[in-house]
């Protein structure tokens, strides 16, 4: 019996076996993503975020050959009740689940709820109904994100939520919702979510961080602060907690480098560039789109999708008043069109994600061969569920929630408002 095939046995929570039976895919926890990363060293796992089959399919080819272990996730906005996207919470482990098999996909994989959003407190009684939901459906891996309430409101509903992720599965919180150059998060704030969650026994894999890029299609700004990063990280360390960087489209391959370097992050999520990639759009060398004089988006001819296709959604687009960043509306009403165009077209679409993907996991990232170090995590702990890597430091008497709101950093610049969710 292989490696594989013994991790295969072991390695995939109870869900996972009871979801697919007969399934060769090495669906896991997020925590062994994390643990391979660190170990490797200076590494990150990309988190692919899934808003086509097609892009699924690009990432998990190129995963397979780069040998990497791979995160493939969709936030609330993308595939939630409310989405803009066909793949969502309760479809995208299926998918996986499908292609890995068809594949013959041998790399382990995490499917990862991003972004569940909880922007007040009345969001959080309906999120104890649903959360159990993704779960049941496949997911392994979590992010709850209330950072758009204060402080203390982002900790109390952590403590709320939490429960509902179950032991086993990966986890990340987080501080300061990602929008651009305002409303940057700071150690302090950092420093009370993460001592709060270890007062009561969690231990999260990942915290975000508002360190200075948007999501999407980054126009202006100076990008990922790599100092103010490795200052957080550094202040979180006693309780070893990694680093999820968000909204990497717009930030150089250089930059992402050097948080590889100097910061312990170890997941970074990619969106719209894989999204823009597949349909065709030019991009530069890290996948922000190239517009026109006009502002429009430049297709390459004979790359993506069908060139009458690509008309018609510009077109739809225009009638919506859709722009830029809000291209991405487009994914809900034309998956079905874009599945439905030639297996020639379909194919170019995956290979242009996986060409795409493959440089970023192998050149930026280092992710090459984390597979197998992901497979040895398995094996070693014999099980699905490696157990946390921190132990608990905080008194629970003192972050009652009394003491909670006692403590919360005074209310920090949240930055403007605005759609910042993927």
């Given amino acids: 019996m292989t490696d594989f095939d013994k991790a295969l046995k072991v390695g995939r929570p109870p869900t996972i076996q009871t979801l697919f039976p007969n399934s060769k895919a090495l669906i896991v926890s997020g925590k062994f993503m994390d643990r391979a990363m660190l170990k490797k060293g200076n590494t990150i796992c990309m988190a692919a975020n899934g808003r086509s089959n097609l892009v699924i399919r690009g990432v998990l ?3 397979q050959r780069a040998n990497a272990a791979i995160i493939i996730e969709i936030a609330r906005s993308e595939g ?11 479809n995208i482990a299926r998918q996986v ?7 013959k996909i041998t790399v382990p994989v995490t499917v990862h709820a991003d ?15 649903e959360i159990p939901s993704l779960f049941e459906f496949g997911i392994t891996s979590m992010s709850i994100d209330a950072s758009h309430m204060p402080d203390d409101e982002n900790l109390l509903a952590s403590l709320a939520l939490k429960p509902l992720v179950p032991d086993w599965a990966g986890y990340e919180t987080e501080v300061g919702e990602i929008k651009g150059s305002e409303g ?19 231990f999260p894999n990942w915290i975000a961080l508002n360190n200075g890029t948007t999501h999407g299609i980054e126009a202006s700004g100076q990008g990922i602060q790599v100092d103010l990063t490795a200052d957080i990280h550094n202040a979180l360390k006693p309780y070893k907690v990694s680093g999820a960087q968000h909204g990497t489209s717009g930030n150089s391959s250089d930059r992402l480098r050097e948080i590889a370097e100097k910061t312990r992050t170890t997941k970074a999520n990619v969106a719209t560039a894989l999204q823009m990639i597949s349909w065709g759009v030019e991009v530069n060398d890290y996948g922000n789109a190239i517009l026109n004089e006009d502002g429009t988006f430049r297709k390459v001819k004979g790359q993506g999708v069908d060139e009458a296709l690509w008309e018609k959604m510009v077109a739809y687009a225009g009638k919506q008043g859709w722009t830029k960043g809000n291209f991405k509306k487009l994914n809900l009403p034309f998956e079905n069109h874009i599945l ?3 297996k020639a077209i379909r194919d170019r679409m995956a290979k242009r994600v996986e060409d795409f993907a493959y440089g970023m996991i192998a050149d930026v990232l280092g992710g090459k061969d984390t597979a197998d170090i992901v497979i040895g995590e398995i094996l070693s702990t014999g099980g699905y569920d490696p157990g946390p890597q921190a132990e608990r430091l905080e008194d629970p008497k003192e972050w009652t929630e009394a003491k909670i709101r006692e403590k919360a950093p005074i ?10 969710e993927d």
């Avoid at 939630?80 to 309760?90: E, I, L, Q, S």
């Avoid at 972004?115 to 109904?129: L, N, P, Q, T």
């Avoid at 940057?184 to 969690?202: P, Q």
């Fill in 411 to 420: 209310s920090s610049d949240k930055g403007p408002e605005g759609d910042f």
């Fill in 184 to 202: 940057l998060s700071t150690v302090e704030e950092a420093l009370f979510l993460i001592r709060g969650l270890n007062a009561h026994g969690i």
């Fill in 97 to 103: 689940d499908a292609i890995c098999n068809e594949l």
């Fill in 115 to 129: 972004h569940y959003g909880i922007k007040s407190r009345d969001a959080v009684e309906f999120a104890k109904a």
């Fill in 340 to 342: 439905g165009q030639p």
């Fill in 80 to 90: 939630g009740a409310d989405a803009y996207c066909a793949v969502n919470y309760w």
């Fill in 61 to 63: 080819m190129a995963a």
